[in-house]
């Protein structure tokens, strides 16, 4: 499906038919040499079909498109290193491309989630299974961009680092980078100041609620860089928000404010579960599972995949909760994390 948004913008929505997101957008932006495709979709047939379809029908060649990646997550990632050409740039964020490049690092987490609970067989499964995602990446070209980055080098491949404060120009439009972590360590948005529109990515959608993640021995405070980067994008002025997901819509402000609220609420929800049982301390699988989480099954019939997403926003909140002294946590004899609710003073 093609929308067009303005002259030289289309959205090209590719679907996810058995995910429930059922689909994720890219956008395209049309320039006279050179155009450039915000997101890519996942690499699967349907994605790549529907993809190589609207480019046509845009009268586009691959080999004069550039990529550019709001975050790593498969569903806006997977498909680039695929379709890019050797002519074709990738543009990704530093922090993301650092974590995935270093080959078997993504394996490090899981052995964390024992000391939240997790079953230890199933932590077991998760690293023996290498997630597809990862199988079909050009870790080496994302580790070269790195290298070249870090030593401030021309990049070699096509693989190149973005970071804040970023201009692509392309026909009428000229586009700012604006980093937005919290979503993911790296995320990135453009803005594009003339037609007050900003290239969302998975920041701010209007029917979703973004997941914020902290994966098991990850030493970040996502939810607190997430709640600054609502008020950096606040702050713009914004006629359109272009979202991952779902369709264009206007009110980002108000959106932001039910973004936060909705975190607020789930903090109030965490600190009533840390206070049941006469507030002993309890592990974060065992308070993910007291929460109310906004999917169909009751927790005992979710997928241990589920469980360990629901494990990582529930330990993306008890951070925040401990960094704002409502919470802490104590490394039992067991060799399991507890954690318990600090009452105001
Ligand atoms: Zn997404």
């Known amino acids: 499906m093609i929308e067009k948004i303005l002259p030289g913008i289309f959205r090209i929505e590719l679907p996810l038919p058995d995910l429930s997101l059922q689909a994720v957008n890219t956008y395209l932006l049309k320039g006279k040499k050179r155009s450039l495709l915000i997101d890519s979709g996942m690499n699967r047939p349907e994605c790549k079909k529907a993809l190589n379809n609207a480019l046509q029908e845009l009268d586009i060649k691959l080999k004069d ?8 997550h498969e569903d806006h990632f997977g498909l680039a290193p695929e379709m890019a050409a050797a002519s074709s740039k990738i543009y990704i964020n530093a922090p993301e491309a650092a974590f995935w490049g270093v080959p078997g690092r993504w394996k490090e987490g899981f052995a964390h989630g024992k000391r939240n609970g997790f079953p230890a067989a199933e932590v077991d499964r998760f690293i023996r299974e290498t997630p597809e995602f990862l199988k079909n990446l050009p870790l080496e070209e994302m580790k070269g961009a790195v290298e070249a980055y870090t030593q401030q080098k021309a990049p070699r491949g096509r693989i190149q680092i973005c970071g804040e404060g970023e201009t692509f120009n392309i026909g009428a439009y000229s586009l700012q980078t604006i980093m937005t972590p919290g979503h993911s360590s790296g995320h990135l948005c453009l803005y594009e100041p003339q037609q007050k529109l900003l290239f969302a990515g998975d920041h701010i959608l209007e029917t979703i609620t973004p997941a914020i993640f902290l994966w098991p021995g990850e030493d970040r405070n996502p939810l607190r860089e997430y709640l600054a980067s609502l008020d950096k994008v606040a702050a ?8 991952g997901h779902r369709r264009p819509f206007k009110d980002h402000f108000g959106r932001v404010l039910e973004l936060k609220k909705h975190h607020l609420q789930r903090e109030h929800e965490i600190a009533s579960v840390l206070n049941t049982d006469g507030g002993g301390g309890k592990n974060a699988l065992k308070i993910a599972s007291r929460v109310s989480w906004n999917i169909p099954p009751p927790w005992e019939q979710f997928t241990m995949e589920l469980k360990w997403m629901a494990l990582a926003e529930t330990l993306a909140h008890l951070k925040f909760m401990e960094y704002q002294k409502r919470v802490t946590s104590k490394l039992l004899g067991d060799g399991i994390e507890y954690y318990y609710y600090v009452p105001k003073a």
């Open 65 to 72: 498109v550039d990529f550019f990646i709001t975050h790593l």
């Open 236 to 243: 713009l002025d914004v006629n359109l928000v272009l979202p």
